[in-house]
């Protein structure tokens, strides 16, 4: 089982910047893919301003209809709305736009928001051709174009919240190599792309056509597996590796399975990790606290909901833990990075919030309090998709209600493996 993690690293040295891939990329192959929608239209088919303002109208009545902020005093609408209004002066003076120009005029209002949940997307994509190199080497430039200069006008419409600017700088590593969104950036990926890589032997530049999710050449194994274990009886340590909040079948037996393991080999100590968990369903918290040894816990602490318009505050939930028969009652540890988000997030807060065990690695890439919970529509002439969040979530420890998530050992996601062996080790608690 592969139990360290490969870095996305992001070094940025004076102008010069340099994109680790990285194995997390594997899993970014199929964060477009929607199914139940249209296709989009190509990303130059061009639209007159008339219908060009007709999607930029719908996508500002929906988010104005259903996110919270337009309810809860933040005053975000007001600047959503200013935006809006610039936006749609420059496009009712331009005469026909294509739909690149089209989205990046959302991307721009979404940005505003500072919500991660609320942005604006095109329904499928296309990938570098060859991982090979893509996934051990670091992007040095696309086309020519320095990585420092790509990743800055990407900070400016990529919707992230803003006391979290690291997550856009890792999440810029997975959209280079798809072909929308360099698009978006301004590469002419027509005849494909020229990726100036660093490698262990040195720079090479290699040329990449764009393909579907199913051709790309490269890819390790596949991608990652939803969930898997490591027991090591020696040290008394059990990791449980969550890719994905997915609470299915796989999980469950996958979950029993492993404290089977741990129960029957005297476990002293487990760790959830959630190092390139992008967030999913946040039941899957509850169905691994059944196998601890907590009397209760809450996920979440309030709970702003919008319903038309009307805000519904509701209060706290405190759940009762349906344990199992013999639950888990030693050391519990969460490994993060700065790519956990949204519910793998909540998961890692949830046990640092309710005092169930310690947080080892990076801060999550996401505030624990947070917008959530997305809808999602579609742009009636452009097939562009809006995600729109319609919760606010806040943190189960009221007392830090607004700050984010400080790991108890902070350490480089790379080494948290090894920090929580030292602890281990140390029988701390």
Same mark, same amino acid.
């Not at 969104?181 to 032997?201: K, N």
């Given at each position: 089982?592969?139990? +360290?993690?490969? =870095?996305?690293?992001?070094?940025?040295?004076?102008?010069?910047?340099?994109?680790?891939?990285?194995?997390?990329?594997?899993?970014?192959?199929?964060?477009?893919?929607?199914?139940?929608?249209?296709? !989009?239209?190509?990303?130059?088919?061009?639209?007159?301003? @008339?219908?060009?303002? +007709?999607?930029?109208?719908?996508?500002?009545?929906?988010?104005?209809?259903?996110?919270?902020?337009?309810?809860?005093?933040?005053?975000?609408?007001?600047?959503?709305?200013?935006?809006?209004?610039?936006?749609?002066?420059?496009?009712?003076?331009?005469?026909?736009?294509?739909?690149?120009?089209?989205?990046?005029?959302?991307?721009? !209002?979404?940005?505003?928001? /500072?919500?991660?949940?609320?942005?604006?997307?095109?329904?499928?994509?296309?990938?570098?051709?060859?991982?090979?190199?893509?996934?051990?080497?670091?992007?040095?430039?696309?086309?020519?174009?320095?990585?420092?200069?790509?990743?800055?006008?990407?900070?400016?419409?990529?919707?992230? @919240? $803003?006391?979290?600017?690291?997550?856009?700088?890792?999440?810029?590593?997975?959209?280079?190599?798809?072909?929308?969104?360099?698009?978006?950036?301004?590469?002419?990926?027509?005849?494909?792309?020229?990726?100036?890589?660093?490698?262990?032997?040195?720079?090479?530049?290699?040329?990449?056509?764009?393909? $579907?999710?199913?051709?790309?050449?490269?890819?390790?194994?596949?991608?990652?597996?939803?969930?898997? *274990?490591?027991?090591?009886? %020696?040290?008394?340590?059990?990791?449980? $590796?969550? +890719?994905?909040?997915?609470?299915?079948?796989?999980?469950?037996? !996958?979950?029993?399975?492993?404290?089977?393991?741990?129960?029957?080999?005297?476990?002293?100590?487990?760790?959830?990790?959630?190092?390139?968990?992008?967030?999913?369903?946040?039941?899957?918290?509850?169905?691994?606290?059944?196998?601890?040894?907590?009397?209760?816990?809450?996920? #979440?602490?309030?709970?702003?909901?919008?319903?038309?318009?009307?805000?519904?505050?509701?209060? %706290? @939930? *405190?759940?009762?833990?349906?344990?199992?028969?013999?639950?888990?009652?030693?050391?519990? *540890?969460?490994?993060?990075?700065?790519?956990?988000?949204?519910?793998?997030? +909540? #998961?890692?807060?949830?046990?640092?919030?309710?005092?169930?065990?310690?947080?080892?690695?990076?801060?999550?890439?996401?505030?624990?309090?947070?917008? /959530?919970?997305?809808?999602?529509?579609?742009?009636?002439?452009?097939?562009?998709?809006?995600?729109?969040?319609?919760? =606010?979530?806040?943190?189960?420890?009221?007392? =830090?209600?607004?700050?984010?998530?400080?790991?108890?050992?902070?350490?480089?996601?790379?080494?948290?493996?090894?920090?929580?062996?030292?602890?281990?080790?140390?029988?701390?608690?």
């Amino acid at each position: 089982m592969k139990i +360290n993690r490969k =870095k996305i690293l992001i070094p940025i040295i004076a102008a010069f910047a340099v994109i680790a891939i990285g194995a997390a990329v594997l899993s970014a192959v199929s964060l477009n893919a929607r199914k139940g929608f249209d296709d !989009m239209l190509p990303m130059d088919s061009v639209l007159s301003a @008339e219908r060009a303002l +007709n999607d930029l109208d719908y996508i500002y009545r929906t988010i104005s209809e259903k996110h919270v902020c337009f309810l809860d005093g933040s005053g975000l609408d007001k600047s959503f709305t200013d935006e809006y209004n610039r936006q749609r002066s420059r496009i009712a003076g331009s005469g026909d736009i294509t739909i690149k120009e089209l989205w990046r005029s959302a991307a721009e !209002m979404c940005h505003v928001l /500072g919500d991660a949940h609320t942005l604006v997307t095109p329904t499928s994509d296309m990938y570098a051709e060859d991982f090979s190199l893509l996934k051990d080497g670091t992007v040095v430039s696309v086309d020519g174009v320095p990585c420092a200069e790509l990743l800055e006008d990407f900070r400016s419409f990529f919707s992230y @919240e $803003t006391q979290m600017d690291f997550y856009a700088d890792h999440m810029f590593g997975q959209v280079i190599i798809r072909k929308n969104y360099l698009e978006l950036l301004g590469i002419d990926t027509s005849d494909g792309a020229d990726y100036e890589i660093l490698t262990d032997s040195g720079t090479v530049t290699e040329h990449y056509e764009f393909v $579907t999710a199913s051709e790309i050449r490269g890819r390790d194994n596949g991608g990652a597996e939803l969930c898997e *274990y490591y027991i090591d009886k %020696e040290s008394s340590i059990g990791i449980f $590796t969550l +890719n994905e909040c997915v609470l299915n079948d796989e999980y469950k037996k !996958m979950l029993k399975s492993f404290f089977d393991e741990v129960r029957e080999n005297g476990i002293s100590a487990v760790a959830v990790d959630l190092r390139e968990n992008g967030g999913g369903n946040s039941l899957v918290i509850n169905e691994f606290f059944r196998y601890l040894d907590v009397e209760g816990y809450s996920v #979440f602490g309030s709970t702003d909901v919008r319903i038309g318009n009307r805000l519904k505050s509701c209060e %706290e @939930e *405190y759940e009762r833990n349906r344990r199992v028969k013999e639950p888990f009652g030693g050391e519990v *540890y969460v490994l993060t990075s700065n790519l956990t988000f949204s519910s793998a997030m +909540n #998961f890692a807060v949830a046990v640092s919030d309710n005092g169930i065990g310690k947080v080892i690695g990076e801060m999550p890439g996401n505030m624990p309090t947070h917008y /959530g919970d997305k809808l999602t529509f579609q742009c009636p002439d452009s097939g562009l998709l809006i995600s729109v969040s319609y919760k =606010k979530f806040h943190r189960a420890d009221s007392a =830090k209600d607004g700050l984010p998530l400080a790991p108890d050992i902070e350490v480089e996601a790379d080494g948290a493996v090894d920090a929580l062996y030292e602890i281990a080790a140390k029988g701390e608690k």
